[in-house]
């Protein structure tokens, strides 16, 4: 199996709360802690969903759940938690099992008692599902079920205070809780009698310690309204229900045995990534869009068109591919898609329609998208973007500049000031801007729209020759990462690696050989690519701190997962075939990290120093994306 955990390490803090689950409804919502349940961030929770009237952000409802067996007026709390200082209750001691497939399970023994909970989403719904099945027990035993409420979004946390509502106002089979009226009811429900005993009360100071460690505030109070009770005889289950809307308790043990077979066997690397990549897919209030990751990322269109392909045509999921185009699509205004502005953004959609195109063919992606690839090319020649920051010159490269804004991926940001301010000709840019014309103008002869073919053929042999006269250095042997008037940054960054990856590269097989020997000696490492060389004097290797010390490492040496897939890329446009090998035991090596931090996913960082720990989002769609990409990749060249 892929994803197996040493069962005698589940007693071990130090193992189990590095290592974080999480399941989704695909509908916006998620639920997510450590493999104890203790929630270590304020992301954490078991139920997470969009709050429509504060626009679609993701607020936590239910935090956690503690479960207790109570035997001959013995009580066992299973549950854990961190307050100032210490942990209580300890209910860790008592994890005998924990599995992840074919959703996440724990084991719990106390003395003779057996207890085993299933935790599960009901995809397309906003409803968490937890089944406590009674597997021993040599005398009466009763569960004790205690929710834990917090009723904030997910970027905040909550604070004892008057205004929560801690009245529970009875429903069929539970309860329904709403602590503040701006937010929706929370119905707690059970398929089996329980009674509800009511006792409403703040637990004050639970302890965060991945808040504290990013130098957040990490304490929070949780209101509890009470807690139900019920008696469970050996070989019985029972189904605790969270929901947004009353539910049929009648229904709930078919429900979760319907929901359980609709799950995929996640037994190997590639079966545990797809799994992952269909996490990202989501549809809320009938638009189709891609989670950029979790715990606290939204759908954003950069992540999105870096890792579409990857998370969606590798499986075959064609028509998912094209919803979240045509989303995407619906956004762009003025050349640009949303709000952010930024230079590559824009140009990496060009990159998604040229692997879309292999599933549909030219005269789909023509007819579909052509009017916004007309208006992207259009509007960076013309200088017509906002403020005109993002502009085609007459040399035919694009030039990127605004007062106090990052507009290449490389936006990190400290306070006011840009770690990376890469200002003018940026060198993945224009290597972006060359795929994107000559793409547009092989698309358009394909389908034979010959007007835009004379308006645009000319212009990417007048990109190429500017960009090899603007960013290749004889003496150095590889490109600059920027140029801004007469000044020219050589930091080693992987940036020029999208000059050889791209479909359509401006550079020759030379000059693309002498750039990937710099990319293996100085970026290269075993879980992807380094943002700088460690031989810089500005180079971070570790990505930890608060947030000012992790924001200063974010691109000075932090190694992102997603540039993996173009190093890729670019060595089987070297070296064909005979790179297979290497290329299988490259991505091999991210196999070994799917139990160790977000659970059967990849994240979104990883430290640039060995032993490369990773950090960021626990589960990054570019991440998981390249990984499915670069496994089709190898795929393909083996035929």
């Not at 409804?25 to 450590?34: D, L, Q, W």
């Not at 929370?186 to 639970?206: E, G, I, K, T």
């Given at each position: 199996?892929?994803?197996?955990?040493?069962?005698?390490?589940?007693?071990?803090?130090e193992?189990?709360?590095?290592?974080?689950?999480?399941?989704?409804?695909?509908?916006?919502?998620?639920?997510?802690?450590?493999?104890?349940c203790?929630?270590?961030?304020?992301?954490?929770?078991?139920?997470?969903?969009?709050?429509?009237?504060?626009?679609?952000?993701?607020?936590?409802?239910?935090?956690?759940?503690?479960?207790?067996?109570?035997?001959?007026?013995?009580?066992?709390?299973?549950?854990?938690?961190?307050?100032?200082?210490?942990?209580?209750?300890?209910?860790?001691?008592?994890?005998?099992?924990?599995?992840?497939?074919?959703?996440?399970?724990?084991?719990?023994?106390?003395?003779?008692?057996?207890?085993?909970?299933?935790?599960?989403?009901?995809?397309?719904?906003?409803?968490?599902?937890v089944?406590?099945?009674?597997?021993?027990?040599?005398?009466?035993?009763?569960?004790?079920?205690?929710?834990?409420?917090?009723?904030?979004?997910?970027?905040?946390?909550?604070?004892?205070?008057?205004?929560?509502?801690?009245?529970?106002?009875?429903?069929?089979?539970?309860?329904?809780?709403?602590?503040?009226?701006?937010?929706?009811?929370?119905?707690?429900?059970l398929?089996?009698?329980?009674?509800?005993?009511?006792?409403?009360?703040?637990?004050?100071?639970?302890?965060?310690?991945?808040?504290?460690?990013?130098?957040?505030?990490?304490y929070?109070?949780?209101?509890?309204?009470?807690?139900?009770?019920?008696?469970?005889?050996?070989?019985?289950?029972?189904?605790?229900?969270?929901?947004?809307?009353?539910?049929?308790?009648?229904?709930?043990?078919?429900?979760?045995?319907?929901?359980?077979a609709r799950?995929?066997?996640?037994?190997?690397?590639?079966?545990?990534?797809?799994?992952?990549?269909?996490?990202?897919?989501?549809?809320?209030?009938?638009?189709?869009?891609?989670?950029?990751?979790?715990?606290?990322?939204?759908?954003?269109?950069?992540?999105?068109?870096?890792?579409?392909?990857?998370?969606?045509?590798?499986?075959?999921l064609?028509?998912?591919?094209?919803?979240?185009?045509?989303?995407?699509?619906?956004?762009?205004?003025?050349?640009?898609?949303?709000?952010?502005?930024?230079?590559?953004?824009?140009?990496?959609?060009?990159?998604?329609?040229?692997?879309?195109?292999?599933?549909?063919?030219?005269?789909?992606?023509?007819?579909?998208?052509?009017?916004?690839?007309?208006?992207?090319?259009?509007?960076?020649?013309s200088?017509?973007?906002?403020?005109?920051?993002?502009?085609?010159?007459?040399?035919?490269?694009?030039?990127?500049?605004?007062?106090?804004?990052?507009?290449?991926?490389?936006?990190?940001?400290?306070?006011?000031?840009?770690?990376?301010?890469?200002?003018?000709?940026?060198?993945?840019?224009?290597?972006?801007?060359?795929?994107?014309?000559?793409?547009?103008?092989?698309?358009?002869?394909?389908?034979?729209?010959?007007?835009?073919?004379?308006?645009?053929?000319?212009?990417?042999?007048?990109?190429?020759?500017?960009?090899?006269?603007?960013?290749?250095?004889?003496?150095?042997?590889?490109?600059?990462?920027?140029?801004?008037?007469?000044?020219?940054?050589?930091?080693?960054?992987?940036?020029?690696?999208?000059?050889?990856?791209?479909?359509?590269s401006?550079?020759?097989?030379?000059?693309?050989?002498?750039?990937?020997?710099?990319?293996?000696?100085?970026?290269?490492?075993?879980?992807?690519?380094?943002?700088?060389?460690?031989?810089?004097?500005?180079?971070?290797?570790?990505?930890?701190?608060?947030?000012?010390?992790?924001?200063?490492?974010?691109?000075?040496?932090t190694?992102?997962?997603?540039?993996?897939?173009?190093?890729?890329?670019?060595?089987?446009s070297?070296?064909?075939?005979?790179?297979?090998?290497?290329?299988?035991?490259?991505?091999?090596?991210?196999?070994?990290?799917?139990?160790?931090?977000?659970?059967?996913?990849?994240?979104?960082i990883?430290?640039?120093?060995?032993?490369?720990?990773?950090?960021?989002?626990?589960?990054?769609?570019?991440?998981?994306?390249?990984?499915?990409?670069?496994?089709?990749?190898?795929?393909?060249?083996?035929?």
């Amino acid at each position: 199996m892929a994803l197996s955990f040493d069962k005698a390490q589940l007693g071990n803090l130090e193992y189990s709360l590095q290592r974080e689950m999480l399941a989704t409804n695909r509908a916006g919502g998620y639920m997510s802690t450590t493999i104890v349940c203790c929630n270590t961030r304020k992301y954490h929770g078991l139920m997470v969903c969009p709050v429509r009237e504060f626009g679609d952000e993701e607020f936590v409802l239910l935090s956690s759940l503690d479960e207790t067996i109570i035997q001959h007026d013995q009580s066992f709390n299973l549950a854990l938690h961190r307050f100032k200082g210490n942990y209580e209750p300890r209910g860790h001691k008592y994890i005998v099992d924990f599995k992840y497939t074919p959703t996440q399970t724990i084991t719990y023994r106390v003395g003779g008692v057996v207890l085993r909970k299933e935790l599960l989403w009901v995809h397309s719904a906003e409803q968490l599902l937890v089944r406590y099945t009674l597997e021993a027990a040599h005398s009466q035993t009763l569960l004790r079920l205690r929710p834990f409420l917090a009723f904030r979004n997910r970027h905040s946390l909550s604070k004892a205070n008057m205004d929560a509502d801690g009245r529970s106002y009875p429903v069929n089979g539970g309860v329904r809780n709403q602590l503040y009226s701006s937010l929706p009811s929370l119905y707690m429900q059970l398929s089996r009698p329980a009674a509800h005993v009511a006792v409403p009360d703040w637990y004050c100071n639970f302890e965060y310690a991945k808040e504290i460690e990013r130098g957040f505030d990490g304490y929070e109070d949780l209101m509890t309204t009470g807690y139900f009770e019920l008696e469970l005889k050996a070989g019985q289950s029972v189904v605790f229900s969270a929901s947004t809307s009353e539910i049929d308790t009648s229904t709930l043990d078919r429900l979760f045995n319907e929901e359980l077979a609709r799950r995929s066997s996640k037994v190997d690397f590639m079966s545990v990534l797809q799994h992952s990549a269909r996490q990202f897919l989501i549809l809320y209030r009938g638009s189709t869009m891609l989670q950029a990751g979790y715990p606290w990322y939204n759908p954003r269109s950069r992540e999105t068109f870096i890792s579409l392909a990857g998370c969606t045509l590798t499986q075959g999921l064609v028509n998912r591919c094209g919803d979240i185009l045509n989303h995407h699509k619906g956004r762009l205004h003025n050349g640009i898609f949303g709000s952010h502005i930024a230079a590559d953004t824009q140009l990496w959609f060009f990159h998604t329609l040229s692997e879309y195109e292999k599933a549909v063919g030219a005269q789909a992606v023509w007819r579909d998208f052509g009017d916004a690839i007309r208006e992207i090319l259009y509007v960076y020649r013309s200088g017509a973007t906002p403020d005109n920051c993002i502009r085609m010159k007459s040399n035919g490269l694009v030039y990127a500049y605004k007062e106090g804004a990052a507009l290449t991926w490389m936006n990190a940001k400290s306070g006011d000031r840009l770690v990376t301010p890469r200002f003018g000709y940026a060198v993945e840019v224009n290597a972006l801007w060359y795929n994107a014309v000559c793409y547009a103008v092989e698309l358009a002869r394909k389908v034979g729209d010959m007007d835009f073919v004379a308006d645009w053929e000319a212009l990417p042999e007048l990109i190429k020759a500017s960009f090899n006269e603007m960013f290749w250095c004889d003496e150095h042997k590889y490109l600059a990462d920027y140029v801004n008037n007469d000044y020219k940054n050589f930091d080693i960054r992987p940036n020029q690696l999208l000059a050889l990856s791209l479909k359509y590269s401006p550079l020759s097989d030379e000059r693309k050989g002498a750039v990937m020997s710099i990319v293996r000696s100085h970026l290269l490492t075993a879980r992807g690519i380094r943002t700088l060389s460690p031989r810089n004097l500005a180079y971070k290797g570790r990505y930890m701190g608060d947030q000012l010390k992790r924001d200063m490492a974010t691109h000075q040496g932090t190694v992102f997962p997603w540039l993996f897939e173009h190093y890729i890329r670019a060595q089987f446009s070297l070296s064909g075939r005979s790179f297979i090998v290497e290329a299988e035991d490259l991505l091999g090596n991210f196999a070994e990290d799917i139990t160790l931090y977000g659970i059967g996913s990849v994240p979104e960082i990883y430290d640039g120093d060995p032993s490369h720990n990773p950090a960021g989002a626990i589960s990054f769609a570019p991440s998981v994306g390249a990984m499915l990409q670069v496994r089709a990749i190898i795929d393909s060249m083996k035929q």
